[in-house]
Structures are given as C-alpha cells and as structure tokens.
C-alpha cells in the first residue's frame, strides 16, 4: 500500500504570497493532521481533520486555514506569508479502525518564504 | 501549556552498545505515547507506540512507560550507525486530536 503522499516536496515563496500544500492520506485512513516543523524543533501540530469536519485546532493564526475533501486528501492554505512560515509541513493521517492514535507521516513538504 | 520534555543531546554511543533515550511529559491525562525516528532532512518514521505500564518490545527497541512518574523511554540494544538520527517523542492531547512532539534527542552511533 501507498504511504501518505504529499506535494509539491519543495516550495519557493516571497512574504505576503499565498500557499497550498495537498496530502493524501494511507489508503482506509479518514483522518488527517497538519505539523509545522521548523529546524532543530520536534513538529508543532497545526489542525487535524477527521471526515471532513475539523476536529483539532493548534496554536496559529488564523492565516492558516485547511480542509478534507470527501476523497480523505486534504489541503493546507497559509496566507500572508511572513519569513517565520519556513519550515518542513508535515501530513500526518490516521484512524485505521484497530489503532486510530498512531499517525503515520508523509515525505514532508519543505516551504522557503524569502 | 502541555509539554514533552527531552535531553536534545546530543548522545553518543559505540556501535554494540545500548542507546537509553528518555522522555517526560506534563499531560496526566494523555493515553498514547509514540517514539519517531527522523534522520536529516527526512519526516518523522514511526518506531514504537505503547499505551499501558509497562515495558513493550519490537526487535531492538524496546519502550518503557510510567504514567504514575510521567516518563516514557526507549532503549536501543546493539545500536547501529544507521540508528544515528534523531529520536523524538510525541504523546497524544486529551482529546486524541493532536500528537504533543518534545525536540527531539540526537542520537550518533559510532562504528
């Protein structure tokens, strides 16, 4: 089976750009969460979506915004970009039926805001 | 404000050796703990997860959980150089929406 998927696997912006990432998760899994990761820091949790609806909010402005669509693949939007917003965005996806706390992770998505 | 507490290391071992990486958190109420390996540039892999008391098992890892002294670890027999990475431990919020990660401890296995 496919692991959680992300793109694009880099990505260049310029403060005040807008930014969206997309995850699909491992196939069965309907839940998704979203981690900021930024150098020498453990990952930071942003959101986490479970059938569409919104069940876990971190501590981030309200410039970041996401959504799951009925297929389980989920995007992130970071508006406004600001220079702190570089970091590696992390897709995590659960919720397999016999275990639904462990979060298995994608490649990462590596964002530069110059 | 929930946190996970780890020594960032780094720690170094010799190759053979046991590598004994610790972890504390301030959340009585979380009930999942997991240990993640991420080497440079890479995402986090999963490693171990464990829910009760107790010592649990998989290969060459083994995790150890208190929840009565809120400390989980995760010992690494015949550490390798290709366990060199860093190691970080994540334990669930309450509402089992959110993973809580601590920095992460910097492992180097020398051959």
């Known amino acids: 089976d496919a692991g959680v998927t992300q793109s694009p696997t880099h990505l260049i912006k310029t403060r005040g750009q807008h930014v969206t990432l997309r995850c699909s998760p491992i196939?069965?899994?309907?839940?998704v969460s979203w981690y900021q990761q930024v150098l020498g820091q453990g990952p930071q949790f942003i959101f986490q979506?479970?059938?569409?609806?919104?069940?876990g909010r971190g501590n981030f402005p309200d410039r970041f915004s996401a959504r799951q669509f009925p297929n389980y693949s989920s995007e992130l939007n970071v508006n406004a970009l600001l220079l702190g917003d570089s970091a590696l965005y992390l897709c995590?996806?659960?919720?397999?039926?016999?275990?639904?706390?462990?979060?298995?992770f994608g490649p990462g998505t590596r964002l530069t805001v110059l | 404000q929930k946190e996970v507490e780890q020594n960032s290391g780094p720690l170094s071992v010799p190759e053979g050796a046991i590598a004994s990486l610790n972890c504390t958190y301030s959340?009585?109420?979380?009930?999942?703990f997991f240990w993640y390996r991420q080497y440079s540039g890479k995402s986090p892999e999963l490693i171990m997860s464990?829910?009760?008391?107790g010592d649990k098992e998989d290969g060459r890892f083994t995790a150890q959980l208190n929840k009565a002294s809120q400390y989980v670890s995760l010992l690494i027999r015949d550490s390798q150089p290709s366990d060199s990475a860093t190691y970080l431990c994540?334990?669930?919020?309450?509402?089992?929406?959110?993973?809580?990660f601590g920095k992460g401890t910097t492992l180097s296995v020398s051959s």
């Open positions: 959340d009585r109420g979380s009930q999942s």
């Open positions: 196939s069965g899994h309907k839940s």
């Open positions: 994540a334990v669930n919020n309450q509402a089992g929406t959110a993973l809580i």
């Open positions: 979506y479970y059938e569409k609806e919104e069940r």
């Open positions: 995590a996806s659960s919720w397999d039926e016999l275990d639904p706390d462990t979060q298995y």
């Open positions: 464990i829910y009760s008391n």
